[in-house]
């Protein structure tokens, strides 16, 4: 069997593994962190950082493909790989969606809606972007942004200077405030071949900034899931995409109003693994190492919860529920605001 290169070892890439072990094939992770959670189900693992190209090279040369669970790498380490590995996604998914002005400024290209937005390289900037966007609305970093992180929300254009602060000088973009009535996400899959394939629509919940439950089926009409589905696979052929994206969507006033693009399989696709025959990680697999893109059709409702921190005191009483998938990530410690597992309720 062929070999599967991954970038970052956490629970995304364990899960890739494990889909990808099912498949035949053997998953070599690399890792600049210790203990990763991916580690457990690979084939190897390389602890190494980005900078280094000998541990790079030698990562590439053993792999067939390579995929990463997270689109904050490097370019240097890219280019490195690229010598030796065919790198899925493309490295045009990463450069348009690292960076949130360039992901907006691409967005809006296509001809799809997004918030208001301004580019803040400075405090004059701020002061303009007050006239254009004002608020209420968010200031985010451009790049390596999380879970909420780098983030700051003003109410007032008294806010402004607060909020600056909070960036420590990383370059970033004002967004208008969505005054939205629910989000949901589209976890679509595109093949070497051009083919596209859409799971159903999530519903997502958040709370402080962190993916909280999905729900599926979400409160979409017919006709709003067809315009998800169709927006988000024009990002996707624009990309020339080969595997699993997530698209995360506002609605707002029956509008849909993309938020963000994450080139990789993503934390609201989670409930695939006990509502699909196929789920995001086997698609993913399945689409950058050039197989058929498999069956996504949802065969039952799913609500999708994140296990963070101490909700694994939680476990045992989940272990004993009817109709519950627990998915545990096996990380050592837990800590507050870490996802430690999820839990996928289903009905029929
Ligand atoms: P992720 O973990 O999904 O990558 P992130 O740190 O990149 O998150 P965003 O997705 O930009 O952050 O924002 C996190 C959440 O904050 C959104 O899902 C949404 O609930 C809220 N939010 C972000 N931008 C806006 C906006 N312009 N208007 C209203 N709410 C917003
Ligand atoms: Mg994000
Ligand atoms: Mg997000």
Not at 28 to 33: K, R, S, Y
Not at 99 to 127: H, S, W
Not at 139 to 159: E, N
Not at 211 to 229: G, I, M, Y
Request: charged share 20%; aromatic share 6%; proline share 5%.
């Amino acid at each position: 069997g062929s070999t599967i290169g991954i970038l970052g070892g956490g629970q995304l890439g364990r899960m890739l593994s494990v889909a990808a072990a099912r498949l035949g094939f053997k998953c070599h992770i690399f890792e600049p962190g210790t203990k990763p959670p991916a580690g457990d189900v690979a084939h190897a693992v390389t602890t190494a950082s980005y900078e280094g190209i000998d541990a790079l090279t030698r990562f590439a040369k053993a792999c067939d493909v390579v995929t990463f669970e997270f689109e904050n790498i490097p370019t240097s380490a890219l280019d490195v790989i690229e010598a030796h590995a065919l790198i899925r996604p493309g490295r045009e998914a990463l450069r348009v969606s690292q960076d949130r002005l360039t992901e907006k400024n691409y967005l809006q290209d296509l001809g799809l809606t997004v918030a208001p937005f301004a580019d803040i390289p400075d405090a004059a900037a701020m002061t303009q972007a007050m006239n254009t966007v004002g608020t209420p609305s968010i200031l985010k970093t451009r790049r390596f942004g999380y879970d909420g992180k780098g983030q700051a929300r003003l109410k007032t254009p008294q806010d402004a200077d607060a909020a600056l602060a909070d960036m420590q000088d990383a370059p970033a973009i004002l967004e208008g405030f969505v005054d939205f009535d629910f989000e949901v996400s589209v976890i679509a899959a595109r093949g070497p071949s051009g083919d596209v394939a859409c799971f159903d629509p999530g519903e997502n919940v958040h709370r402080n900034g962190i993916l909280h439950t999905t729900t599926v089926p979400a409160r979409l009409s017919s006709a709003q899931k067809t315009d998800a589905v169709l927006l988000t696979a024009k990002i996707l052929n624009a990309l020339e995409y080969i595997g699993v994206m997530g698209v995360e969507l506002f609605v707002a006033d029956g509008q849909l109003i993309v938020n963000e693009i994450a080139p990789r399989v993503h934390n609201s696709g989670h409930w695939t693994q006990n509502g699909c025959t196929v789920d995001q990680f086997e698609q993913h697999i399945r689409a950058i190492a050039g197989w058929p893109l498999g069956d996504g059709t949802r065969h039952a409702d799913v609500v999708m919860e994140n296990l963070i921190g101490d909700d694994m005191d939680r476990v045992p009483a989940l272990a004993r529920a009817a109709d519950t998938a627990l998915h545990l990530y096996g990380k050592a410690e837990t800590k507050p605001g870490r996802k430690m597992g999820h839990v996928n309720r289903i009905s029929r």
